[in-house]
């Protein structure tokens, strides 16, 4: 019997190493109008231990055709992510799966591995569900009409355009998804300085209210 005691609690010594991380919610869902900029699925990743870093693949990805799929872990955001593609992070925080619909209705999902760096058989898959339903025309006319920004390609600066009632923070993110730059916009239009920014493809970021918005540019010589 002493045996027997003795195994099983090694047993669920064993088990419990495992556990180095918890994901709340494992399904994490949105759903939402196709006109909108960005459809965010959030959960939570929360460490059990001091093990780090951590590594995120994505496995699945099923979208009607004209979606994007995007991902920001606790260090990092990336877009237009495809099946094979990772990234590593070191903390634990708050992991969002960003669906664009591109005024496009229907429903998609993906999978994403969550795993221990130094340990991959610590893992657990964090799974994205988006529903996004039909608008109007005269709706998707609006929203698409609300946000502007010139010139794209830009050299030395991009102009903002868009009618707030109070300042918000934007952030400039490269393609690696790190972020490069931020400032605040106010009233209606704001002038971007990007001389210092390398040649290549930038993306903006902001909330307005409880909507996430995120445009692409190309910064040129």
Known sequence: MKKLIVSLFLVALF????????????????????????????????KTSN???????????SVPSGW??????????????????TGKFYDEGEFKGDFSPNNISGSGYAK???S?????????????????????????????SDFSYYPNPAKDKLIIKFNVKEPIT??????????VKSFVHSGTESEINIADLQN???FLRFKEGNQTISKSFAKTE
Request: charged share 15%.
């Open 15 to 46: 088990k419990a190493s495992l556990a180095q991380f918890t994901i709340n919610p494992r399904i994490a869902k949105i759903s939402g109008s196709c006109s909108k900029f960005l459809l965010e699925a959030t959960s939570q990743f929360a």
């Open 51 to 61: 093990d780090t870093p951590y590594m995120w693949e994505v496995l699945e990805i």
């Open 68 to 85: 994007e799929f995007g991902l920001c872990s606790p260090f990092e955001c990336k877009s237009s992510l495809m099946v094979g593609n």
């Open 112 to 114: 994403v591995l969550l």
């Open 116 to 144: 221990s760096v130094s340990n991959p058989s610590l893992k657990d898959t964090l799974t994205f569900i988006a529903n996004a339903w039909a608008v109007s025309v005269k709706e998707i006319n609006k929203n698409n």
């Open 170 to 179: 934007i952030h400039l993110f490269n393609i690696l998804g790190t972020k």
């Open 200 to 202: 290549g493809m930038y």
